[in-house]
C-alpha cells in the first residue's frame, strides 16, 4: 500500500508507458540527468581543490573534445540500436500496467536480485572479453579508450556491448516476471550505479561507503579496471571477482 499512490499517479501517465518511444527515451534521459552532477565536478575540479582531493585520478582531466565524442557515441546507440529494439520489443511483447502496485519488501527484494543477476551476467561477459585477446580488440578495447573514468565513459561502448548489456539488463526483470514499477526501479537503479561507477569520484556518500564489509566495489573498484585492464571485472559486487582471484582494492 506504501508504493500505491505512487503507481496511481504512474497510471494516470499510461499513454506515456505504453509508448514505443518511452524505453530509449527513459534511458537516454535518466542515464544523462544522472551524468549531470558528476560534469559540474568536473568542470569544478581543476579548480576547486575540494573537489579534485576526491577524484580517484587527480592528475588527469575531462576535456571537453572527450566529452562531446562521449555523447556523440551514446545518442548514437540509442537512436540507430536502442531504439529500433525496444519499438520491436513493444510490439513482441505489449506492456500491461496492472492496477495495484508490488509491496515495498517484495520490490526491494526483487530489485536486489536483479542487481546480483546482472552483475554476475555483466562479469562473466567482461571476464571473457578480456580473457579471449579477439573479442577484446573486436568489441571491448572501445570502452577502454580512456584509462581514467568519468561519468560519460560508462556508455561509451560500441555496438556489440551495448545491446549485450542492455539484453542482460533487460531480461533480468522479464525472467524474474516483475511488476512495472518494479522494473522502472530496477532500470533507474542499475543506470545510476552505472553511472556512479564511472564517476571517476570517491565522495563520502559513495555506495561503496554504504555497503558493509566490503561487498560492493564502486568508482574506486571500476577506476582500477579501467587503469590496469587486469583486476575487478564484476561492475558492482566484488564477490566473483573474490572468487575468481581477480579482486584488488587499491588500499
Known sequence: ????PLWTVLL??????????FPALFSLSVYL????????LDALAPRWA???RYKLQPQSSVSWASVRSCLALTVYNHLVFIFPLTVLHWYLRPVHLPPEAPPLPRLLAQVFACLLLFDFQSFVWHLLHHRVTWLYRTFHKVHHTFTSTSALTAEYSG???TLSLGLFA????LLLGLHPLTELVFFLVNIWLSVED???YNLPWATHRLMPLGLYGGARHHDLHHLTSKCNYAPYFTHWDRLAGTLRTGD
Open 1 to 4: 500500500m506504501l508504493l500505491q
Open 12 to 21: 494516470g501517465h499510461a499513454p506515456l508507458l505504453h509508448s514505443p518511444l
Open 33 to 40: 540527468s544522472f551524468c549531470l552532477p558528476f560534469l559540474l
Open 50 to 52: 575540494l573537489v579534485r
Open 159 to 161: 555496438v556489440w556491448e
Open 170 to 173: 533487460g531480461s533480468a526483470p
Open 198 to 200: 564511472h564517476c571517476g
